[in-house]
């Protein structure tokens, strides 16, 4: 079976590309997982040990005291878990030129003094910024450069 059997025929490719790979910003699923939505099993064992939670912590607990090293680790984690990052979405102006690259830096900084985000969350953002103007610098220089090309061929 070739690949436009598959996708329903060649007018129909769902979005993807000749390489299969979709789009960039096309999704196979649109609509997508609702953000903040819940895994199912996740929720039927939250359900499921509800009652029972305090219980199991305590002799968790009691076993780790005794020695248990299983325990013991399951503690620890539970205390001092892996640090995971976090989704952050605060709003900043668009950045289309430098002085809106400016306004986001500002934007960012006040965030960071509010509280809304952490001394290394705003330096990540600062540094996404960073490398946002280098890029626009290259192509801006290489725009220049094609004109200023242009310009000497015209006055030859």
């Known amino acids: 079976m070739d690949r436009s059997e598959k996708t329903g025929g060649p007018e129909n490719t769902g979005g993807k590309q000749g390489n299969g790979r979709f789009?960039?910003?096309v999704s196979g699923n649109p609509g997508g997982r609702p953000r903040g939505s819940r895994n199912k099993a996740s929720l039927l064992a939250e359900s499921?040990?509800?009652?029972?939670?305090?219980?199991l912590v305590r002799t968790a607990i009691e076993r780790a005291k005794k020695g248990d090293g299983v325990a013991l680790r399951l503690c620890m984690e539970r205390l001092l878990p892996v640090k995971r990052e976090r989704t952050i979405t605060i709003d900043l102006p668009p950045i289309t030129s430098p002085e809106g690259a400016k306004q986001a830096m500002a934007s960012i900084i006040a965030s960071a003094a509010r509280g809304e985000l952490s001394p290394t969350e705003a330096s990540q953002f600062s540094e996404m910024i960073h490398a946002y103007i280098r890029a626009a610098e290259g192509t801006d220089f290489e725009k220049r450069l094609e004109e200023l090309e242009r310009t000497v061929r015209r006055r030859k």
């Not at 499921?48 to 219980?55: E, I, Q, V």
């Open 48 to 55: 499921l040990l509800d009652g029972d939670a305090a219980a």
């Open 23 to 25: 789009a960039q910003g």
